[in-house]
């Protein structure tokens, strides 16, 4: 039960460490709200409270000296400057990989937690002050206000949980031990909601706490115990010293302002001088505590904040349920085929209800896929990280911006796509963003700008990485692909060509290895994890002003749109995604280039014709290729080709099925799915199948086409 607790706490701790790199880049933006600083503290706080109920002791140590600075930034003790910004950026990365280690195993890069606990305490040198307030313009006399939490207080705690809570995996007994590390805790069980055992229902919640803590903590401590459990509990807390805080700190301020005698407000009672026997005696006593709460669920309920109720779900059992609406969708397809194969006058009642079945089947996927939908943004806010890391490491100066950080993508998409863009982000900033020096002295930012954004667009999902750098240096690139062998030395390149050679295998700029670059690895691992999600990726740069890099990714791997058609009697299907137009050819349309080769002339220009059948061995390599169905394709490199197929049959939605595990890679297919006749049809890859055809667009053939165009 406990390894339970602990991995629900470990998740609990993923989402505060989210909400705190959220405040902290609000705040390094500028903007210092009280409430924002706020959230950051509680965030640490909290994950504080939850490490030492599970004796995580290095996690609980720097914590703890993380929260005492930012308490005393929200006190106004100290001012958030460039310097304490960027110390508690670094302080949150770490904090993100203690937490990391206590959950995965590992050891601490004691060094560094050395160094970030050493600039913390800089800022922890000298005690607290006593605060004092000096009227202005009144001509009176300094008057001390009494530190509230300087203090002992005893707090009188009324907690009921409700029946949520423990779906939640929390239990009471963390909870009181977090408090019992603020002082000693007395710990008294309520019962009398329990009813008899007949009437029980066992997932219903009776027992209740009332707890009496002694402390010198504030207020905001003991309530930061219960912010996990907030909105599933009914919780009240009460101090001893409440009216008398209050009280104190009205006299200071009468007195500071002259408000004596005439100018008091002495018919004002004070609860805690009034006599024995009047009612207002018991106020801090736990019962009539007791009688308030009993009274608050039917006034208080619909006002509870907190979070949603949430059910944890193992990720295995969401797939499982994936796999069966996949299975479901192809069952309404053999069903509609078998209908459609009966030899029977009217089946319009039929066709009717298997339209229905169909739309809800339909439904029934769409939203078991919402179930796998999560948002960008926790992917985002990591990527902020390597970006500080990256600036540090080569002594540059470069803030990352986000946009769409609510796109919601498959999960499997999210995690995969992690690596991509930390490559992508790294290399922006070694090789594309300049030194602050250099960016000055061209009347740029010293501060380089990379900005990150996700969208939805035509079913599929754009994530863009874009810099304000100094864009590729295509002489250069060309000069190091020609010096590796890369390409030949004759090679007649375009723009968009020779910054596309960054993704080819073994390529490199930079002039010396170090951690970020120079091993020939990055672009062309960038561009595999890309095309094994089912994807494209595509680089622009302007020299000067930067580059950008464009990932187009499908919004899920289990189901898509694709077009069926016929390939030398096999039937196959084509993503809708890589598709921007269809076409019937005919003799006129057909222009031949070398040896070779064939051009389909479309609307006054030409694109290269890849013969689908002959690319997958299917036609031999000699036979004639008669006109049929063109799909015209982009490639990554923004230029278009012409997939030569036999027939379009029709346009339907497709359940993917991998072909991992069952016949290995094959050139050209990307997957297979299973058609409503039955049978196996593969899913077409048109990116590899246009690298393996002779008209493809290789950088010799691409020349030979532009010349041929040209003249």
């Known amino acids: 039960m406990s390894g339970s607790i602990q991995d629900t706490f470990f998740e609990e701790c993923q989402e505060l460490l989210e909400a705190m790199d959220e405040g902290l880049t609000v705040i390094e933006g500028g903007d210092h709200d009280p409430e924002t600083v706020n959230a950051v503290f509680r965030a640490v706080h909290s994950i504080k409270g939850g490490a030492g109920a599970f004796g995580l002791d290095d996690l609980v140590a720097f914590a ?56 913390l305490e800089e800022y ?129 301020l009468n007195a500071a302002f002259g408000m004596t005698g005439d100018n008091a407000e002495p018919e004002t009672p004070d609860p805690f001088d009034a006599p024995a026997s009047a009612e207002v005696a018991p106020v801090a006593t736990p019962e009539p505590t007791e009688k308030v709460e009993a009274a608050k669920p039917e006034s208080n309920k619909p006002e509870q904040r907190g979070p949603k109720p949430t059910l944890r779900v193992d990720l295995e059992r969401v797939d499982r349920l994936i796999n069966a609406v996949g299975e479901l969708i192809i069952n309404h397809s053999m069903l509609a085929q078998q209908i459609a194969n009966l030899d029977v006058a009217d089946l319009r009642d039929v066709e009717t209800e298997l339209e229905g079945f169909k739309n809800l089947a339909r439904d029934i996927q769409e939203g078991v896929m919402s179930i796998r ?84 667009r035509s079913g599929s999902v754009c994530i863009e990485i874009k810099d304000d750098g100094a864009g590729v240096n295509r002489p250069r690139v060309k000069q190091i692909a020609i010096e590796k062998g890369l390409i030949p030395d004759n090679a007649e390149l375009t723009d968009a060509e020779i910054d596309n050679l960054l993704f080819l295998p073994g390529f490199s700029t930079a002039k010396e290895v170090s951690n970020l670059s120079g091993r020939g690895v990055g672009m062309d691992v960038v561009k595999n994890a890309v095309t094994a999600l089912g ?138 799915t299973i058609l409503g006749d039955g049978k196996i049809a593969m899913i077409l890859d048109p990116e590899s199948i246009l690298a393996a055809s002779p008209t493809s667009a290789t950088f010799d053939t691409e020349r030979r086409m532009s010349n041929a165009i040209a003249s």
Request: proline share 5%.
């Open 373 to 456: 939908a999560q948002p960008v943004k926790p992917l985002f806010q990591r990527m902020a990280r390597i970006v500080r890391e990256a600036s540090a490491a080569t002594d540059k100066s470069a803030k990352l911006v986000t946009e769409g950080e609510n796109t919601e993508v498959d999960k499997t998409v999210i995690e995969r796509l992690s690596d991509p863009l930390t490559h992508i982000l790294r290399n922006a900033v070694d090789h594309g963003v300049e030194k602050p020096d250099d960016r000055e002295a061209i009347g740029k930012n010293r501060v380089g700008s990379i900005r990150l954004s996700a969208s939805h």
């Open 124 to 252: 922890l040198g000298e005690e607290e002050e006593e605060l004092t307030f000096e009227p202005m313009g009144l001509g009176g006399p300094s008057v001390p206000l009494p530190l509230m939490d300087e203090a002992e207080k005893t707090y009188e705690i009324r907690f009921h949980p409700l029946k949520e809570m423990f779906g939640t995996g929390n239990e009471p007994f963390f909870l009181f031990q977090a408090l019992s590390e603020l002082g000693p805790l007395k710990v008294v069980l309520d019962e009398t909601e329990l009813p008899g055992f007949d009437a029980m229902e066992m997932d219903e919640s009776y027992l209740a706490w009332n707890l009496t803590l002694t402390t010198s903590e504030p207020k905001s401590s003991v309530e930061a115990v219960f912010e996990f459990v907030e909105g599933l509990c009914e919780l009240s807390i009460a101090s001893d010293k409440d009216a008398e805080e209050e009280a104190a700190a009205l006299a200071a």
């Open 535 to 672: 994807g494209r990726i595509n680089i622009s740069s302007t020299p000067g002003k930067g580059s950008t890099f464009t990932i187009i990714l499908p919004l899920t791997l289990a189901v898509m749109d694709g077009m069926v058609v016929s390939v030398a009697d096999q039937t196959m299907v084509v993503p809708i995604t890589s598709i921007i137009e269809t076409m019937r050819g005919s003799d006129d349309m057909i222009n031949s280039l070398g040896a070779d080769g064939t051009l389909l002339s479309i609307r006054g220009n030409f694109v290269p014709i890849c013969d689908v059948a002959k690319a997958l061995g299917l036609r031999k390599p000699n036979g004639d290729q008669p006109p049929g169905v063109y799909l015209l394709v982009e490639t990554e490199t923004g230029a278009r080709s012409a997939l030569a197929v036999d027939d379009i049959h029709d346009q339907r939605q497709v359940v993917i099925k991998s072909l991992d595990g069952v016949c290995g890679n094959i050139p050209g297919v990307a997957a297979a």
């Open 64 to 119: 703890h000296k993380f929260e005492t600075v930012f308490d005393e930034v929200r006190s106004n003790k100290l001012q958030l400057d460039v310097k304490l910004i960027q110390l508690l950026l670094r302080c949150s990365d770490h904090l993100a990989d203690l937490v990391s280690v206590a959950r995965d195993g590992g050891g601490v890069d004691q060094e560094h937690n050395d160094v970030l606990i050493a600039g």
